[in-house]
């Protein structure tokens, strides 16, 4: 059986297109003029002849548990996150033969599905505002996963991902860009004037800024658009339609700072993003309404830089701080406000188009865990989320969810307290818990993902697994195909069906120890 298996390898893995060499990766695999292939199909999958039957019977398990998911519970779906250049920022295929292997190897090894990253700006490369979407490239990648016999969770991204991807750069379509370069005040900006140019700032939402067009027109064209493209594939092998909300994808503002490359290495608490005038404007007449006309001329004066500490200013101190005067629960209320106002009307604008088909609505949040271990939580107030002692900024936005019947999807399940540094006073594993509990009272389903490539054994993610929908490991390229990663994956799906592992199928301690390229750079959106 094993010559036979092995030999069915070698015909399907074919030798492979090449990925890129992350830069940033501390240890890199052997590289062949700046690039490297996937392993070979016996380095990919080198496992036991008993490994190989367990392997075989995990992916026929699979398959029947996908045609009766809904009617029985069963293992957690794992997904993997596809490339996010696997279309580039032109609307041209990027690694098309290595990403076909790597979808073999992943329907042997008994994953469910891929994620497919898609941006507004690529699918409306060219230049003109009346030029037609084009979907080809897409479409031609989801049916390659269709023959892989995977199933397919589509991300739809209005907004860029907060930084460049390798060579490509996705933000908003060209159209859009030459409109912010006449109106740049529709783009967020900080109090020193710095624009965001992937990301329309959410005071513009229903305002005619883009060419007579209000920018949650445009993005209903952007949804239906996908709708009339996939429409055969709706149901069948695409089974969820992820919305980006914000920059990366997550319901947040932008305030990390502009140029931060490696956002979950951000340790400051940011800065508030309110200092367009469409923004001032809707800030001026809340304050107004309040009787404080005063109150709304700017955002607060003394709240640190983005790379600060909290105690580097006053407004975020842990005692007498700004934020717990009236002023600052002012501020704060209208703040995360907005953002909670922007994230109901995309995800109503999601449930029209999408909210009668077969498959799942998802969007998602971020888990700002550094500094949350302190009163006033400053990375999370930044970025609109008003969790302060006292109060749960995240019931809300769990309701908000499920009143547009959304399930909420959480990066960082595979992160514990011990992963983060002391001095940080950061508390993943208790934010996680707080959102879950959130989730919970609403009845919003929750799905994860990882917020680290390598590193640990994944172990933190598979004991939260019991609180998830599904799971998404984020993401495909050379570092999650090298021999210091895949193994710890593959053990990680194993043992999603396989809850008895003999001991010596384990990779031990020690193993994972001398693994390289201990906590490689995360690609995700």
Request: glycine residues 10%; hydrophobic residues 35%; proline residues 7%.
């Amino acid at each position: 059986m094993e010559s036979t298996f092995m030999a069915r390898q070698h015909a399907t893995l074919a030798k492979p297109d090449l990925f890129p060499v992350p830069h940033t990766s501390p240890s890199r695999p052997k590289r062949r003029s700046g690039r490297v292939s996937l392993p070979s199909p016996n380095r990919l999958l080198s496992i036991s002849v008993k490994s190989v039957r367990s392997e075989i019977i995990g992916v026929d398990g699979r398959g029947v548990k996908e045609d009766k998911e809904s009617a029985r519970p069963g293992p957690v779906p794992i997904f993997v996150g596809l490339p996010l250049d696997s279309v580039s920022n032109s609307n041209k295929p990027n690694h098309a033969r290595a990403i076909s292997a790597g979808l073999r190897a992943l329907k042997l090894l008994g994953a469910d599905g891929v994620e497919l990253p898609v941006w507004w700006s690529a699918v409306y490369s060219s230049p003109g505002r009346s030029t037609a979407p084009d979907w080809s490239a897409y479409l031609s990648l989801a049916r390659t996963v269709r023959d892989a016999g995977l199933r397919l969770r589509v991300s739809l991204n209005p907004y860029g991902p907060g930084r460049n991807v390798g060579t490509a750069r996705f933000g908003l379509p060209e159209w859009v860009e030459t409109i912010s370069e006449a109106d740049p005040d529709i783009l967020f900006t900080d109090r020193v004037g710095n624009r965001r140019r992937d990301c329309l700032s959410f005071a513009v939402d229903e305002l005619p800024v883009l060419a007579g067009k209000t920018p949650m027109a445009a993005f209903e064209e952007f949804f239906s658009g996908f709708l009339d493209a996939f429409g055969e594939l709706i149901g069948t092998t695409v089974t969820d339609v992820s919305v980006g909300l914000g920059p990366g994808g997550e319901l947040r503002y932008p305030s990390f700072p502009p140029t931060e490359a490696k956002g979950r290495n951000f340790t400051g608490v940011g800065e508030f993003q309110c200092y367009d005038k469409y923004s001032l404007a809707a800030l001026k007449k809340h304050a107004e309404e309040a009787g404080n006309p005063l109150w709304g001329l700017s955002g607060p004066h003394d709240a640190p830089e983005y790379s600060q500490s909290p105690a580097a200013a006053g407004f975020f101190k842990d005692g007498g701080g700004s934020w717990e005067s009236p002023y600052g629960d002012f501020f704060l209320s209208w703040y995360s406000g907005q953002l909670l106002a922007h994230g109901d009307r995309l995800l109503g604008l999601a449930s029209k188009v999408f909210g009668h088909l077969p498959m799942t609505l998802s969007a998602k949040i971020p888990l700002l865990h550094c500094w949350h271990d302190t009163r006033s939580r400053p990375a999370q107030l930044a970025a609109g989320y008003y969790n302060s002692e006292g109060r749960d900024g995240y019931d809300s936005v769990a309701e908000m969810f499920a009143r547009n019947s959304c399930r909420m999807v959480v990066p960082g399940v595979d992160l514990a307290d011990r992963d983060v540094p002391v001095g940080l006073r950061s508390s993943p594993e208790s934010l996680l818990s707080q959102i879950a509990e959130a989730c919970g009272r609403h009845g919003v389903r929750m799905a994860g993902e990882n917020s680290r490539l390598g590193g640990s054994d994944l172990g933190r993610a598979r004991e939260n697994l019991s609180m998830l929908d599904s799971y998404t490991h984020q993401r495909m390229g050379a570092d999650f195909f090298s021999p210091e990663h895949w193994p710890l994956f593959r053990e990680f799906v194993r043992s999603t069906t396989e809850p008895e592992l003999d001991r010596d199928d384990l990779v031990s301690r020690q193993e994972r120890l001398s693994m390289a390229g201990k906590d490689r750079e995360m690609q995700a959106v």
